[in-house]
């Protein structure tokens, strides 16, 4: 993969690995760590989370995704639980050894607190890159990842892409729309009122949805809700597919973890995207499919 424009690539059969929130097993937390946001959410993992985040869990869908044959796998925040360092270095260590190439963006979690890049996500730059959003072009499909990670007050998990990301986002939507590529958007907080309560929601939700009204894309990508989910972008038909918790052992079948297999090819002037959802033990509990215009000839 690499940020190449279309005219350097043939259109091809691509298959992606869409998983997000795998809350991996945190290492132990100093107390000068904890002086902060991070208390809270310490108290909540203790109590409760570390028994519905199971590492046995995420490590079933990474083996079914490993079967799967994809591409690339696409992770779309919260690796971490409480965005220490030591978490940071340990989330590398399983992009590593992912069964296929990865590419990540940060979520809430991940962005708890404020600390030195050089201490959290510069220790993630191989799978994403120091500023965003972010491209990686891959035979006809360009990967935008987007940070909409922000520290917060405690009890809150909400999210903001800001002025100069949307700036950046809307400039490289449209002109990879113009080289005629397949836009996939990956971000954590759904840019979209109602799939998540106002405390965890994307505070800029509005200007966001405006960009993709203005720019376009074929989908948009995004993890926090723990929710299977399959709505659109307000105001437009781009699919916007949420995916539950990679890790979350949960007795409702949409909190239940899975990933989303998506299939992208071209076809006449646009590309067509199928999706496969998949469970645990590799059966598919939904499919879907869409025909995207816009591809124009590289």
């Known amino acids: 993969m690499s940020p190449v424009t279309a005219s350097h690539v043939t259109p091809a059969h691509v ?99 404020r600390q030195p890049a050089s201490a959290g996500l510069e220790q993630w730059e191989r799978w994403s890159a120091r500023q965003y959003p972010y491209v990686r072009i891959q035979n006809g499909v360009a990967i935008v990842g987007v940070n909409s990670g922000i ?10 892409v800001g ?50 009204r203005r720019a376009g894309a074929e989908i948009v990508l995004h993890g926090h809700s723990h929710d299977a989910t399959l709505t659109h972008v307000a105001g437009t038909d781009i699919p916007l597919l949420g995916v ?3 890790s979350l052992t949960d007795e409702r079948p949409h909190r239940q973890a899975c990933w989303n297999r998506l299939t992208i090819h071209p076809y006449e002037k646009g590309w067509k995207i199928d999706l496969a959802r998949h469970r645990l033990d590799g059966s598919v509990s939904e499919r879907a499919s869409w025909k995207r215009t816009g591809r124009t000839e590289a």
């Open 15 to 113: 298959t992606l690995a869409h998983i997000s929130d795998p809350h991996l097993p945190p290492p132990p937390v100093h107390w000068r760590e904890a002086l902060n946001k991070r208390a809270l959410s310490l108290l909540s993992w203790k109590k409760h989370r570390q028994y519905v985040h199971l590492a046995q869990t995420c490590a079933a869908l990474v083996k079914d995704i490993g079967r799967s044959g994809v591409d690339t796998i696409l992770v779309s925040g919260d690796l971490t639980n409480f965005g220490t360092p030591d978490e940071f270095a340990e989330a590398a260590r399983w992009l590593e050894a992912l069964p296929a190439p990865a590419l990540v963006i940060p979520g809430n979690h991940d962005c708890m607190v």
């Open 151 to 160: 520290p917060t007050a405690p009890f809150m998990a909400c999210g903001r």
């Open 163 to 212: 002025r100069r990301q949307r700036e950046r986002l809307e400039t490289l939507l449209k002109q990879l729309g113009k080289e005629g590529l397949c836009r996939v958007v990956m971000i954590h907080h759904p840019p979209k009122r109602g799939l998540v309560p106002w405390r965890k929601s994307l505070l800029d939700h509005r200007e966001v949805a405006a960009v993709f």
């Open 244 to 246: 539950a918790s990679a």
